[in-house]
């Protein structure tokens, strides 16, 4: 049997850090688009009934954003990024021009995943950390994509706290497991065992249902180990 090169397990961990999130952005990519879609439109409920009608530039910001929903479903990144020189400007644009409206807030989320998925993490940093939202999924897919930046970058004790936050704000079988093992993952590459153990346990006692548990005795029996050398 060859023997494995040195460094070849931790490219192989931080690559499924990482394509953990691209997974989950593929899967439930129409999930975010409708979840993002209903934030705004509830925002424009409230501003309908405060006001008695849409704000003007409100309702041309979501009107614009459309078209970018519509090239991000077909993973037409730079286009939804940048426009198509048309009919439609971007979502870099729509953030410039329409900066107060909930539509560019959305904005900087679906640019944040837009570069994310084009290989820079540091401009998806940028994005995702000026979007706020209170939603349990969107808002912690991107808190947990904010690690996954770090991730990239090299930056992996910056990487967990987002991972944490990420599940303790969703809290829930479908991201929680996520987050938490990919916390897990980075604590293993920190070698600091002990706390990755501490997180395998949680997706095992409190997510037990999820697909992360059904293998996550592995990784505890691997950290377990590990912490004892």
Known sequence: MATPKKGASKEIEVGDIV???EQFIEKHKQRIIYCIAGIAIVVAGIFG???GYLIPKEKQAAITIFKGEQYFARDSFALALHGNQADYPGFLSIIDDYGTSSSANLAKAYAGICYFRMG??????????????K?????P???GLIGDC????????????????????ADNEVLGPVFLK????????????????????????????????ASIDKYII????????
């Open 49 to 51: 009934t405060y006001y």
């Open 120 to 133: 820079d993490p540091e401009n998806a940093l940028k994005l995702l950390k000026g979007f706020k939202g």
């Open 182 to 213: 990919k916390a897990g993952l980075v604590y293993e590459e920190l070698k600091e065992y002990n706390n990755a153990v501490k997180v395998y346990t949680t997706i095992k006692e409190k997510y037990f249902n999820s697909e992360e548990a």
């Open 19 to 21: 394509s953990k999130s």
């Open 141 to 143: 897919a991107v808190i």
């Open 222 to 229: 691997r950290a377990s180990e590990l912490a004892k050398n």
């Open 150 to 169: 770090h991730v990239n970058a090299g930056r992996f004790k910056e990487a967990i706290p987002y991972f944490e936050k990420a599940a303790n704000k």
């Open 135 to 139: 939603d349990k999924m969107i808002s």
